[in-house]
């Protein structure tokens, strides 16, 4: 099975602040790699799917990049209300999706 | 529009057998490129896939736990069940079904499962 991990497991920023989250694979996966924000309480949300293609509705300030083992979540200025775990989730294996264990962004 | 609601059991004692169901609606698996999976969240934890079921009735398990889980749908109903035998403590966690092949774009909001004796 494709391992994830994600880097750094935990962050403290503050507002306007510009805030990077890697993610790496432990192969090669293309761009088959998708984004979600969980809110404490919440089911995750959808962000970024296929390393890069921002959802609908999903604010400017949210970006993704990267391609084969490496990729990486930006968020350009860091607002109140981003306070969320973040994970990471493969899908170039369909039939074994996996997720990363997840970035908690502090305000 | 689309949604999700799982359904369940909120506590059930080790060894039982669990049934969950996820309840859709805004979409329909018996069209062509749609799958519903579940996932699971122990308190405090990661988000761990469990299975997948395909438009076509093709069937996808987490290797970890593919002897306990069981994936079926009933395209009538607009439903999906998942069934985890030999219930222990670990288990306890919130359940999710959510939408798509690949990447998940709708969830439902998950429905705490607790195993105690």
């Known amino acids: 099975d494709i391992q994830m991990t994600q880097s750094p497991p935990s962050l403290s920023a503050s507002v306007g602040d510009r805030v990077t989250i890697a993610c790496r694979a432990s192969q090669s996966i293309s761009t088959y790699l998708n984004w979600y924000q969980q809110k404490p309480g919440q089911a995750p949300k959808l962000l970024i799917s296929a390393a890069s293609r921002v959802e609908r509705g999903v604010p400017s300030r949210f970006s993704g990049s990267g391609s084969g083992t490496d990729f990486t979540l930006t968020i350009s200025s860091l607002q109140p209300e981003d306070l969320a775990t973040y994970y990471c989730?493969?899908?170039?294996?369909?039939?074994?999706?996996?997720f990363g264990p997840g970035t908690k962004v502090d305000l | 529009q689309v949604t999700l609601r799982e359904s369940g059991p909120a506590l059930v004692k080790p060894t039982q057998t669990l049934t969950l169901t996820c309840t859709f609606s805004g979409f329909s698996l018996s069209g062509s490129g749609m799958c519903v999976s579940w996932i699971r969240q122990p308190p405090g934890k990661a988000l761990e896939w469990l299975a997948r079921?395909?438009?076509?009735?093709?069937?996808y398990y987490s290797t970890s736990l593919k002897t306990r889980l069981t994936i079926s749908k009933d395209t009538s109903q607009n439903q999906v069940v998942l069934t985890m035998t030999n219930m222990d403590p670990v288990d306890t966690a919130t359940y999710y079904c959510?939408?798509?092949?690949?990447?998940?774009?709708?969830w439902g909001q998950g429905t705490l499962v607790i195993v105690s004796s």
């Open positions: 989730q493969q899908s170039y294996t369909s039939a074994q999706f996996t």
């Open positions: 079921i395909d438009w076509d009735d093709d069937k």
């Open positions: 959510a939408r798509s092949c690949s990447w998940f774009d709708y």
